[in-house]
């Protein structure tokens, strides 16, 4: 018995000192909360370890510390998964190097041609602007041998192919989704014979801030299935301003359909959503042109893949001002003031805007909504128990440019302050209009003109929320 008291007195150190490693690998708590956990474990190492190892302890204190070592023992393996399930879940959050860019082979539904062998030496149309066709070019090559044809816009690459002037066109994912929503008749007038997937390197940038000191944030949310590194159109756009020394954060909605100049492009303005199309870079460039200011850090948010967590939480409580059928589900019924939704009901929620005269500005709060009540739920005390499962779920949801370094600080910070946060909320605004875009060529789409008051406004308060002193 002696001899199993020594190997539980082993394992309780080994314990000790491993627990002790990755709560400072983890690098989330404040030195001063380190410490109490540190001296707290160490006395009850101490303890156990003493009463085990002790020669004139009675066989019945022996048995009953060994059982206490025990419990103790199976206790601090469960710690060491959660410590490790949050550790990966913040090293899956932080940059990721490469981003998903995935393309279409495209031909028109009546032709015979159902694989990629089909096309051997024929032609095969794509768009001149795209920079990562030579890439998409040498997967395609390894397949069949092919004709190029160039084209300037997409609504001539697309028209050729579904009157059958070009066997097949190559299109970039979120392209083809774009497309699906402004022609009704793409899917039954074309079909997808092979997919290609492009990994491209991303360039980190260095970050300009510290979460110390203000900082803002762009949160972009994308409504896609799929990994989060995928090339997307941003459906949610949000400018996050947080000032750590007021306790202050400001947040500005921009609607998804803002009629803005993409960054580094000439001619025809687009929607804002469509900048997510050309990548991450793309979308932060071109929102800091409209407001004029820095941003230092991105996050992204898949919301089709935030609804698993959902489902873990058993459901949210939202509020919605009106009854109606999401158009993107129309058998469910969502009713006026608090439902609980389930995941599917939640997304279906987040996605409609046609039941609201304001359209897209309505379900950006709708989105916000949907993010405050998982925050609210997942701060209950009562998840604890499904602490891990959620942090598995999440895994893949999101998505920032901030080092891990920053995100534990901001963490810290938390910790240490428990900061009750001042959170404002404001929207750019502006009037809807039919307009050509930029990424549609001369085809008119249906855009929000941007109100300069609006933006000038909301300029003021970013400078008076970052320059704020205490």
């Known amino acids: 018995m002696r001899f199993v008291s020594k190997i539980l007195g082993v394992i309780l150190s080994i314990l000790f000192f491993v627990t002790m490693y990755m709560v400072y690998q983890l690098n989330i708590l404040p030195i001063k909360y380190f410490f109490i956990v540190g001296l707290f474990l160490l006395l009850i190492v101490f303890c156990l370890v003493f009463k085990l190892i002790r020669k004139k302890t009675s066989i019945f204190s022996r048995i009953f510390f060994m059982a206490i070592s025990i419990v103790f023992i199976i206790c601090n393996y469960f710690i060491l998964t959660y410590i490790n399930a949050t550790y990966d879940f913040m090293n899956s959050m932080v940059f990721n190097k490469f981003e998903t860019i995935t393309y279409r082979v495209i031909v028109n539904s009546n032709t015979n041609y159902k694989k990629i062998n089909d096309l051997n030496n024929l032609e095969i149309g794509y768009l001149k602007s795209d920079n990562n066709y ?25 028209s050729d192919v579904k009157n059958q002037q070009i066997p097949g066109i190559v299109l970039e994912d979120s392209y083809y989704e774009l497309l699906k929503e402004e022609y009704t008749d793409l899917e039954a007038s074309t079909k997808i014979i092979k997919s ?12 300009s801030s510290s979460t110390r000191n203000p900082f803002i944030i762009y949160i972009s949310g994308i409504d896609t299935y799929g990994k989060i590194s995928s090339v ?21 909605s921009i609607p998804r359909d803002y009629y803005v100049q993409l960054h580094g492009t ?26 004029d200011i820095d941003i230092d850090y991105y996050l992204r948010l898949n919301f089709s893949t935030l609804t698993k967590s959902i489902d873990l939480l058993d459901g949210i409580d939202v509020y919605s001002d009106r009854t109606f059928h999401p158009y993107t589900n129309s058998s469910i019924t969502i009713t006026e003031g608090i439902n609980h939704m389930n995941g599917e009901e939640a997304l279906a929620f987040a996605r409609e805007r046609h039941a609201y005269a304001t359209g897209d500005r309505h379900r950006g709060e709708n989105q916000q909504a949907i993010i405050t009540a998982v925050i609210k739920k997942m701060s209950s005390p009562t998840m604890i128990t499904k602490y891990k499962n959620l942090l598995e779920s999440l895994e893949g949801t999101f998505e920032t440019s901030m080092s891990y370094e920053d995100i534990s600080n901001l963490v810290k ?12 909320s404001i929207s750019l605004d502006g009037t809807g209009k039919m307009l050509p875009t930029y990424s549609m060529g001369n085809r008119n789409l249906y855009v929000m003109i941007p109100n300069e008051d609006t933006i000038k406004a909301a300029k003021k308060k970013i400078s008076q929320t970052l320059n704020e002193d205490k």
């Open 134 to 158: 030579k890439k998409l070019k040498l997967l395609m090559m390894k397949d069949i041998k092919y004709k190029e044809s160039k084209y300037k816009n997409i609504n001539s690459l697309l």
């Open 196 to 207: 290609y997937k492009l990994i491209v390197p991303k360039e980190k940038k260095a970050s």
């Open 232 to 252: 997307s159109r941003s459906d949610v756009n949000i400018v996050a301003v947080v000032n750590p020394m007021t306790e202050k954060i400001l947040l500005v």
């Open 266 to 291: 000439s001619g025809n303005k687009d929607k804002l959503t469509h900048a997510g199309i050309y990548g991450i870079d793309m979308s932060v460039n071109t929102i800091k042109d409209l407001l």
């Open 413 to 424: 910070l938390q910790l240490d302050k428990e900061i009750d946060w001042n959170i404002e």
